[in-house]
């Protein structure tokens, strides 16, 4: 268990967020007992103000002092039979408990040791301290609005946009051109274009195998002299005819290297047996 | 008065004149600053006016209340104007191409030219931007605004006349007026047909 | 009177500042002013804050942004009129205490400070002044929000930047801005948590 299990709901019972009633850290006689418990913010806050009645740094504690008089504290407020609120009550038992271990013989502490657990309190009261500390100095700067003021009425500075529009002579007349080219009526023209269609290839390929043993390059079963655009087409024709005389178990083919040439010659009955 | 540490009295003004909300009278003041003598209280002010007086602020007394106000040399950096400087819209530019060389037009016409509706905001950034204005209503139903450009539009486009504004026949010799996909092509190489001819010439207008 | 007329740019800004609704920073001061060099101005606001050093108005700077305001020693006679501070609750004092001090820093944390859980309304009540933002998420399981304070709460606390904060350096110093833990294992020599720095994701904040 460590002191950072302890966390109290705020705003509740005597845990409040309302505006500082202030009696919490006045200066009573030493233990006189508070009634006006609003004045914390928890009971880590009441150990800070008892920790600080010890009127020494809050490095110097005696951890042991103050259980002691949270403790005796809670006693005589439970006498007084004082509504006490939870976390304080479990802040007290917390503390017994702490003290028992410290003053337990050595070799039977458990860990974390309770040298651990109440340097740790100790150190988070010192942030504690630190921090209120800090928070009243914060407010006791010059502020604005209560030490320092800023204009009342101030006339202000006003920015008015104007903006530039920028477009150059041939923006405006690719522009038109444009918009021209959208409207104007579109005329699909489609092409007549010389192909081989596989078919004519297969008959054109499988006839040539038939004159010949030897192997024959791709490109030689191409109609020689044709236009570029058909010998593109008929090349195309031809190697898809080819894989398909293959398929067929009529052709064999063969690349020596990738991307070599492409070459093709007729299967014979007796290879195939 | 020599500007070292102003007297307090002066100070108090100052600060006071500063933070209120409206000008204060001689009175206000003395009594804000717990019943000083009046005539004391012009002495600070006259000592304040005069200390401000080449400065970029003020003191001025105006109906016998006093207040801090800007230079009046320096009053135009209360407003300041910021141009900034931005292209036209693609859409922008088109309608105003079609203005141009279709003046007046009205905004029925612009769209059937375009073949898109044009934005509201389209016609008011033209206007805005000082190159077309409202020429009037065509006497046609509905008795639509017309459109056409002005005299900053020649200006701005270097132009003399209207006139100046390149033909069909010069803006298709320029590969302006070919439609995307023939343009695509004889970029590949792989077309030479021309673009089919558009035979709409724009309107002749006198001016 | 000696204080022989500023320079122009000097008065300009003079006359700004003084016009302004809000603080300046120096860039916001140069594009105003027709984009001045930021030297000059720089210059300029360093002549003006020391002319007014010891007059009942100061200029100041604060989170980078410049503003004239009263000067603190006359709060006695300025503060009657209008009590515009609203009284902060002790908690909130805190809390804010603790942002300023830790940030960025979780509610969690807050509260581990603290010892109470924090009420729902403290945190807004310091987002509404303007003091404290969400600064992003931390990093670890739950990605809680985390808190830092804004350029307003420098203003209003007259400080330049963060590092003024009173007391900041000694807190520091003296360990007591580290977690429990930290400061535990440091004075028992276990200094083996080298926590790895919370990686935090920013909100991006719109001005």
Same mark, same amino acid.
Request: hydrophobic content about 45%; charged content about 30%; overall charge negative.
């Given at each position: ?49 008892? /920790? ?22 809670? &006693? ?5 039979? =004082? ?5 304080? +009550?479990?802040? !007290?038992?917390?503390? !017994? ?6 003053? =337990? ?15 740790? +309190?100790?150190?988070? =009261? ?36 104007? $903006? ?18 959208? $409207? ?18 297969? &008959?054109?390929?499988?006839?040539? =195998? ?6 024959? $390059?791709?490109?030689?079963? +191409? ?18 005819? /080819?894989?398909?005389? !293959? ?24 290879? $195939?047996? | ?16 004149? #500063? ?48 207040? #801090? ?87 701005? #486009? ?50």
């Amino acid at each position: 268990m460590s002191t950072g299990d302890l966390m109290f709901p705020e705003g509740q019972g005597a845990s409040t967020d309302t505006e500082w009633i202030g009696a919490g850290a006045a200066d009573t006689e030493d233990n006189a007992l508070y009634l006006e418990l609003d004045g914390w913010a928890g009971p880590l806050d009441l150990l800070l103000d008892l /920790a600080r009645r010890q009127k020494v740094d809050l490095r110097a504690i005696s951890i042991l002092d103050l259980v002691d008089q949270y403790l005796n504290y809670i &006693d005589r407020a439970e006498a007084l039979k =004082l509504e006490l609120a939870a976390d304080y +009550l479990v802040m !007290a038992a917390w503390l !017994a408990f702490l003290k028992s271990s410290m003053l =337990l013989p050595k070799e039977e502490q458990e860990d974390p040791s309770p040298e651990e657990l109440a340097l740790k +309190l100790q150190l988070r =009261l010192q942030r504690l301290g630190a921090m209120r500390e800090a928070a009243a100095r914060l407010m006791a700067r010059d502020r604005i609005g209560r030490d320092v003021f800023i204009r009342g009425a101030p006339e202000g500075l006003r920015t008015d946009r104007k $903006t530039q529009w920028q477009c150059d002579w041939y923006a405006l007349i690719q522009g038109y051109g444009q918009v021209k080219a959208r $409207t104007a009526p579109a005329v699909h023209m489609v092409r007549e274009r010389p192909v081989m269609t596989l078919d004519s290839a297969l &008959d054109r390929v499988s006839n040539m =195998l038939g004159v010949t043993l030897d192997w024959m $390059t791709l490109e030689e079963f +191409l109609p020689p002299h044709a236009e570029p655009r058909l010998r593109r087409s008929a090349l195309a024709s031809s190697f898809v005819a /080819a894989l398909e005389l !293959a398929r067929m178990g009529k052709a064999e083919i063969a690349q020596d290297d990738i991307f070599g040439p492409l070459r093709l010659r007729r299967l014979t009955e007796r290879a $195939t047996a | 008065m020599n500007d070292d540490k102003p007297e307090p009295l002066v100070r108090a003004v100052e600060a006071t004149l #500063f933070a209120a909300e409206e000008p204060m009278s001689v009175d206000a003041l003395a009594s804000h600053l717990g019943d000083e003598e009046k005539a004391t209280i012009r002495a600070a002010l006259r000592q304040l006016a005069a200390h401000y007086q080449d400065r970029g602020i003020h003191l001025v007394e105006r109906s016998k209340r006093w207040h #801090f106000q800007t230079a009046a040399d320096l009053a135009h950096l209360l407003r300041t104007e910021r141009e900034q400087v931005r292209r036209l819209s693609r859409a922008a530019t088109e309608v105003l191409a079609i203005i141009a060389y279709h003046e007046p037009v009205s905004r029925a016409e612009i769209e059937s030219i375009r073949g898109v509706q044009t934005a509201k905001g389209t016609l008011d950034v033209l206007m805005e931007a000082g190159w077309v204005r409202a020429a009037g209503r065509r006497e046609v139903p509905g008795r639509p605004v017309i459109y056409a450009t002005t005299p900053e539009f020649l200006e701005h #486009f270097g132009l003399q006349t209207r006139r100046d504004l390149p033909g069909l026949d010069e803006l298709r010799a320029a590969g302006l007026l070919d439609p995307v996909d023939d343009a695509y092509n004889l970029l590949t190489g792989l077309d030479d047909t021309d673009a089919p001819a558009a035979d709409d010439t724009p309107i002749e207008q006198a001016d």
